[in-house]
């Protein structure tokens, strides 16, 4: 891939994460700070490349190991520390009635 | 194009897509749980995606397999344990300290790129050939360690393991950050000039940087510094994109790093606070400290539970304020109970959330909602602030700034401008508090002094059993 093509990416990904959140309610800052939080734990995928293409080089098979490591926490805590919030605000409606 | 390319190309479309509809839906009360799971199973969609690809193409060696595994697992289960057990109240740190993770993950891959050029397999990774690869790994180390020291740094200050040192609040500390940058800047250019060493400088004075702008920071502006580094650890994750040459990596980075930037916006509204006051202003509360507002109380009037619950008895609607101190006490559950009893002698409760109330926007909501209070009685300030005058009855529970009314009257106010609850407009006002300490912004509270104002001094946690048994007493809510 080229690096304009990719350019193109980085500016359309932009673009796109604006437009997304317009009207937030507060209720949701934290919420929506966490989920995004754990999204930009996508560096996972980095990681794994490096460890695939390490070629038996120990050093860079740490070194992405444990960079998965902080990734993966940071992906599967995000989410579920999301979800453990969340899920406080979509009990009430079903409890009320 | 051979099949595992067109696999990996349909399965990465459909991940980003899935992303942002998740982005999207978690801006939503209704479809915030779901758009989160969904969010979380475009993830293992695209690391699906990925590993089907290297299996299709080069093949993936055992050895990979085993650190792989090490990794994931290692990282799945902290963060799983973490995220499970951590308290409700100490939310704004956990999100830091994951944000933090994020940013050293994307640190280590460039490192990792940057000292083990790996040897060419058939897409040519040729790592420092080309000018881009260089810019790329330099900007991914450097946001990555800014996203990592300074997310840990504003862990540490919300937890009380770090205090304001007091030379950060003078200006020294601009100059200190200065030197920082520009040396981050020299082991920039000296990088891409290909002297490979001086990548641990770069490491060195970016992880510095980090520390230095965000310790001077006080607490009450922490969550939008959390904000503003998770739209960080976003660009830093497109940057490692670069460097692996992921489009999937470029998108959902520059997705999470534009969608942290408009939620800091929104952050520092609320606050009445602008990006820039933040992060170069220093705390609120040196900078008030000198200023003639802080002067002494002369009217406070003190009282009872026992009077407190009899107003409460005789009252028709009665509106919570509730703040920071009520979060630290824990006493959610119990300002649960007390409201219970009120709402079954058919006493007209809501609870009035300031922008900013707890630690960090949206964070008091977390905390009532986790107390079974139902969503429907939590109102926003413009919504509240209008039903004040025919309210009988406001309790103060552990929120300071939020309810004073200089933020209105008095120009010369460090608060003046920002966003308030008229609680004083209310007939009776009763302030819940350990004792006449000030708030975050160490200002003086003008509703204290106020005729219609009573303190009830004590733990918002003690106070609010107490008044269960007052109201107990009284016959309140014994249907």
């Known amino acids: 891939m080229s690096f304009i093509s990719l350019l193109w990416v980085l500016l359309l990904g932009s673009l796109l994460g604006l437009e997304l959140i317009g009207k937030v309610p507060p209720t949701l800052h934290t919420p929506l700070m966490s989920g995004a939080n754990a999204i930009s734990g996508i560096t996972m995928l980095a990681a794994l490349t490096l460890i695939v293409k390490a070629e038996g080089n120990v050093p860079l098979l740490i070194i992405g190991s444990v960079s998965l490591g902080f990734a993966l926490f940071n992906v599967v805590g995000g989410f579920f520390v999301t979800d453990r919030m969340l899920a406080m605000f979509s009990r009430k409606p079903s409890n009320k009635k | ?479």
């Open chain 2, 1 to 479: 194009m051979n099949l595992p390319v067109i696999i990996k190309f349909v399965i990465d479309l459909l991940a980003v897509l899935l992303l942002a509809l998740g982005i999207k839906g978690l801006s939503k009360v209704k479809s915030a749980r779901d758009a989160n799971r969904l969010a979380a199973f475009a993830m293992s969609l695209s690391v699906v995606g990925l590993l089907s690809y290297y299996l299709g193409t080069s093949g993936i060696a055992i050895q990979s397999w085993i650190w792989i595994i090490i990794g994931s697992i290692i990282g799945s289960l902290f963060g799983a344990i973490l995220a499970k057990k951590v308290p409700m109240t100490s939310m704004p740190e956990t999100v830091a300290l994951f944000n933090g993770c994020g940013g050293m993950s994307s640190l280590l891959v460039a490192l990792g790129v940057a000292i083990f050029p790996m040897s060419g397999g058939q897409e040519n990774f040729d790592f420092f050939k080309s000018l881009i690869n260089e810019v790329s790994i330099s900007v991914s180390i450097f946001v990555g360690a800014i996203t990592f020291t300074g997310s840990i740094v504003a862990m540490a200050k919300l937890q009380g393991w770090l205090s304001t040192p007091g030379w950060t609040q003078s200006k020294v500390r601009h100059f200190v950050n200065i030197v920082f940058a520009v040396a981050s800047l020299i082991a920039f250019f000296d990088l891409i000039n290909g002297n490979t060493s001086s990548i641990w400088l770069l490491v060195l004075v970016s992880s510095l940087l980090g520390i230095g702008v965000t310790l001077p920071i006080g607490g009450a502006d922490m969550p939008v510094v959390i904000s503003l580094l998770n739209s960080y650890s976003g660009i830093a994750a497109a940057a490692a994109g670069f460097v692996v040459d992921s489009q999937l990596l470029i998108v959902a980075g520059a997705m999470v790093g534009a969608a942290g930037l408009i939620l800091t916006q929104v952050m520092c509204k609320g606050m009445n606070r602008s990006l820039v006051s933040v992060l170069f202003g220093g705390s609120l509360s040196a900078q008030s400290t000198a200023s003639s507002s802080s002067g002494e109380y002369t009217n406070i009037t003190s009282c009872s539970v026992e009077e407190c619950a009899l107003t409460l008895e005789a009252a028709n609607k009665v509106i919570i304020v509730p703040g920071y101190g009520l979060a630290v006490a824990q006493a959610q559950h119990t300002l649960r109970e007390v409201t219970k009893k009120l709402e079954q002698n058919g006493i007209e409760v809501v609870y009035a959330i300031h922008p900013v109330a707890g630690r960090m926007p949206g964070h008091m909501n977390v905390l009532l909602a986790e107390a079974d209070v139902p969503y429907e009685q939590l109102k926003e300030m413009d919504v509240i602030n209008p039903d004040f005058p025919a309210t009988d009855v406001v309790l103060v529970l552990g929120a300071n700034d939020v309810v004073n009314p200089q933020a209105k009257n008095d120009s010369s106010s460090p608060l003046y401008g920002m966003p308030v609850l008229d609680v004083q407009e209310a007939r009776t006002v009763f302030v819940i508090k350990r004792g006449m300490s000030a708030g975050y912004s160490g200002i003086k509270n003008d509703l204290f002094d106020l005729p219609n104002t009573s303190m009830v001094f004590g733990d918002a946690k003690k106070v609010l059993n107490d008044l269960i048994g007052e109201l107990k007493d009284l016959g309140v809510g014994e249907k």
